[in-house]
């Protein structure tokens, strides 16, 4: 039998033991929830090896439930973020039992010591109507890569990955504030007994009033807290929520503010540290890409601009707000190339965060997930089995630099 068809075989059998062993699963309120055996259409998973198998069994502990007192020293929260249920169409949860991308955590960057997914979702997929009932089978496969990534202990960030949209309407304009406290109402009933599970009420609100965004982040806060969660809440800014403009004011109204000014009235019933402040940072020019660029501007458009371009961003404003009025922030997307230029700056910029773990408490890095778009090759080997040895891949140089940086943080497992 020649090594292709070994390979096949292999996969055949492994594919066949996980069928038969897949209701297994279930969650940590030992609910009897099974996730949804469906059709996933073309997608099929990676060939990886025996002991993949073996990761359907949970931990003898899994059922503990630990408090909210929350230790923020020394950057606890460090990982990745697991792109793929934020998309339109056949893209599927990152679930091992639904799409290859998900086995990448247990599998690769656990090995590492990360410990933090930040799980993008799209609320349209999740909740088809405003303040209507969640979509059971969407639902379902957030609670199964949720409560899965819980047993491989994982801190897992709830991400509305929508823009404070939905439909194309803006949260606040458009539709009342009352619609994306629904949302979390309904979240928070689900996931408020684990306090592994941190609440992102929405990424990247744009081109709104930042007093607007405000006045539905308070409500959507206290929705929260009124229906008995304690969990962490990671909140973005407006305007993209970058770090290096945290202090410039966003829209062409001339009365309106920057975050540096409005989120300053954030108010969190259990308290300012609470409530972490989520910025993210791109070292391109425009702060904001680092894939492939398909255009004739590539040195200019997404390379980096400097070795120290990311501290430099970094500290333009945001870290001194944070010191300044006793906040705590968090790294939640970034990304380079990997070129001289851009991994010195990577590792420039992370230098930076630990160097002010007084005031950030971690990172996560963007991206990995089944969606297996390029600019994930340099970090997940199972979107790109093909440029990697599974079971013992080469680190990429971004790889190289993210790990470097994890040796000496607290251990949650």
Excluded at 77 to 95: I, K, R
Excluded at 204 to 225: C, D, F, G, H, Q
Excluded at 331 to 352: H, K, N, R
């Amino acid at each position: 039998m020649n090594k292709m068809n070994l390979r096949f075989f292999r996969f055949f059998l492994l594919t066949t033991f996980i069928v038969l062993i897949s209701g297994c699963v279930g969650t940590d309120n030992n609910d009897d929830f099974v996730p949804v055996k469906e059709d996933t259409g073309n997608y099929t998973d990676i060939d990886t090896d025996d002991t993949d198998a073996g990761l359907f069994t949970y931990d003898s502990d899994y059922f503990i439930q630990s408090d909210f007192n929350f230790d923020f020293s020394g950057l606890p929260f460090v990982g990745v973020n697991m792109s793929g249920a934020e998309w339109d169409g056949g893209v599927q949860w990152p679930d091992r039992q639904l799409s290859r991308g998900y086995v990448s955590f247990p599998n690769y960057y656990k090995k590492f010591g990360m410990n933090t997914v930040r799980l993008p979702f799209k609320w349209e997929r999740l909740q088809p109507e405003l303040n209507g009932e969640f979509d059971e089978k969407e639902f379902n496969r957030l609670k199964t890569t949720a409560y899965t990534l819980r047993k491989d202990r994982a801190k897992v960030i709830l991400d509305c990955h929508n823009y404070a949209r939905y439909n194309g309407k803006l949260i606040g304009v458009d539709l009342p504030d009352e619609a994306m406290a629904d949302l979390w109402r309904r979240l928070a009933l689900e996931f408020k007994d684990y306090p592994e599970f941190i609440f992102g009420i929405m990424n990247e609100p744009y081109n709104m009033s930042t007093e607007a965004w405000v006045k539905a982040a308070n409500l959507t806060i206290k929705t929260i807290r009124d229906a008995g969660a304690k969990n962490l809440i990671f909140l973005n800014g407006n305007g993209w929520s970058g770090a290096h403009s945290w202090c410039e004011a966003w829209t062409d109204d001339d009365d309106s503010t920057s975050n540096a000014i409005a989120m300053l009235d954030i108010v969190d019933p259990l308290g300012s540290n609470n409530t972490i402040f989520e910025v993210h940072q791109y070292l391109d020019v425009q702060s904001s890409d680092w894939g492939t660029c398909e255009c004739n501007e590539w040195d200019t458009k997404n390379g980096c601009t400097s070795e120290t371009v990311g501290s430099y961003r970094m500290n333009k404003c945001f870290t001194d707000w944070l010191r300044t009025n006793g906040k705590l922030g968090f790294l939640g997307e970034f990304g380079v190339q990997d070129d001289p230029a851009c991994i010195s700056a990577l590792d420039d910029m992370l230098t930076y965060v630990e160097n002010n773990s007084d005031v950030y408490v971690g990172w996560t890095w963007w991206a990995a997930g089944p969606a297996c778009v390029d600019w994930q090759a340099a970090t997940d080997p199972y979107c790109w089995p093909d440029s990697w040895t599974i079971g013992d891949p080469m680190p990429s140089g971004q790889m190289e630099t993210l790990t470097s940086h994890i040796a000496n943080n607290p251990s949650i497992y």
